[in-house]
T-cell receptor
Framework: AQTVTQSQPEMSVQEAETVTLSCTYDTSENNYYLFWYKQPPSRQMILVIRQEAYKQQNATENRFSVNFQKAAKSFSLKISDSQLGDTAMYFC????????????FGTGTRLKVLA | DSGVTQTPKHLITATGQRVTLRCSPR?????VYWYQQSLDQGLQFLIQ???????AKGNILERFSAQQFPDLHSELNLSSLELGDSALYFCASGDLANEQFFGPGTRLTVL
């Protein structure tokens, strides 16, 4: 069975600084996707970034980038130039590409950006 | 805007009552997923429908049921409500090879 672990329940970062959120997962699948979702105080779930397991190149979306280490089963999110609007809960998610229910979410990391 | 709509936005009811939550997926998406998120908790997967058929079941209580209609909208029915059922209920849609797109959620308060 797949599992997703986010070992940092809470983190804080100064505005304009860089922060890295950790995520590890366990799977025997070879083909899968990984995602980071953001849930701000509005509680809306917003997709931040996605990574296909077959791609070696790390995904990047503006200030957000990932460090995907397939062999280590690690998928961390780096937020550069942190902004107050980045304050949110961040969930790491795993999606397998075969079988029935596909999505496994981590328990989340609460990030607070300090002015 | 994800393209997924959920109604109502808020729902307040009493213990023992029954409510129905509604979800309309993004245009073209055949899959609908339901999640429960209690206060400061992660997402608990409840159930998935694909093109009208139940595809996968998670930690869904027997008091809860869902269905997906021919027009692909879905309803989640919660009955014999208890205080502990108070939560944010998300619907998400997607196709089988893509990420999920979440609706804004329905906040259920059981008094």
């Amino acid at each position: 069975a797949q599992t997703v672990t986010q070992s940092q329940p809470e983190m804080s970062v100064q505005e304009a600084e860089t922060v890295t959120l950790s995520c590890t997962y366990d799977t025997s699948e070879n083909n899968y996707y990984l995602f980071w979702y953001k849930q701000p105080p509005s509680r809306q779930m917003i997709l931040v970034i996605r990574q296909e397991a077959y791609k070696q190149q790390n995904a990047t979306e503006n200030r957000f980038s990932v460090n995907f280490q397939k062999a280590a089963k690690s998928f961390s999110l780096k937020i550069s130039d942190s902004q107050l609007g980045d304050t949110a809960m961040y969930f790491c998610a795993f999606m397998k590409t075969s079988g029935t229910y596909k999505y496994i979410f981590g328990t989340g990391t609460r990030l607070k950006v300090l002015a | 805007d994800s393209g997924v709509t959920q109604t109502p936005k808020h729902l307040i009811t009493a213990t023992g009552q029954r409510v129905t939550l509604r979800c309309s997926p993004r245009s073209g998406d055949l899959s609908v997923y339901w999640y429960q998120q209690s206060l400061d908790q992660g997402l608990q997967f409840l159930i998935q429908y694909y093109n009208g058929e139940e595809r996968a079941k998670g930690n869904i209580l027997e008091r809860f049921s869902a269905q997906q209609f021919p027009d692909l909208h879905s309803e989640l029915n919660l009955s014999s409500l208890e205080l502990g059922d108070s939560a944010l209920y998300f619907c998400a849609s997607g196709d089988l090879a893509n990420e999920q797109f979440f609706g804004p959620g329905t906040r259920l308060t059981v008094l």
